[in-house]
C-alpha cells in the first residue's frame, strides 16, 4: 500500500505566501514523476507543476514565476512554495506521485493524495 499524504493548505490573503508539502509512504520502490494539481469549485481538475526524478520541472501558465516546486527523493516529498498568491489560485490542491511498489511483483502506477484547502482572499 501506498499512501500521499498532503499539508500546508489554509488560508492566505492575496498577495500571500503557502508552502505545500507531500510525503509518500509504503511500499515503495522508486518515484518517477511528482506533481501539483487543482481543483477549484464547479472546474476541472487542472495540473499546476510536476518535477521528474531528475528534477526537470514543469509549470502551468498561470503558475509560472510564482510557483517553485521541488521535491527531497530520500524524505519521498515533494514541495510547492507557492508566492504571490491570487483569489483564483484557491481550491483543493492534489498531490500526484507515479510510484513504483514491490511486493511479490513489481507493479507502477499514479497516486493521489486526499487533497488541502487553499483560500486565497482578496
Known amino acids: 500500500q501506498v499512501q500521499l499524504v498532503e499539508s500546508g493548505g489554509g488560508l492566505v490573503q492575496a498577495g500571500g505566501s503557502l508552502r505545500l508539502s507531500c510525503a509518500a509512504s509504503?511500499?515503495?520502490?522508486?518515484?518517477?514523476?511528482m506533481g501539483w494539481y487543482r481543483q477549484a469549485p464547479g472546474k476541472q481538475r487542472e495540473l499546476v507543476a510536476t518535477i521528474a526524478s531528475g528534477s526537470v520541472t514543469n509549470y502551468a501558465d498561470s503558475a509560472k514565476g510564482r510557483f517553485t516546486i521541488s521535491r527531497d527523493n530520500a524524505k519521498n516529498t515533494v514541495y510547492l512554495q507557492m508566492n504571490s498568491l491570487k483569489p483564483e489560485d484557491t481550491g483543493v490542491y492534489y498531490c500526484?506521485?507515479?510510484?513504483?511498489?514491490?511486493?511479490?511483483?513489481?507493479?507502477?502506477?499514479?497516486?493521489w493524495g486526499q487533497g488541502t484547502q487553499v483560500t486565497v482572499s482578496s
Open positions: 509504503g511500499s515503495i520502490f522508486s518515484i518517477n514523476t
Open positions: 500526484n506521485a507515479f510510484i513504483m511498489v514491490r511486493t511479490t511483483t513489481f507493479q507502477a502506477r499514479n497516486y
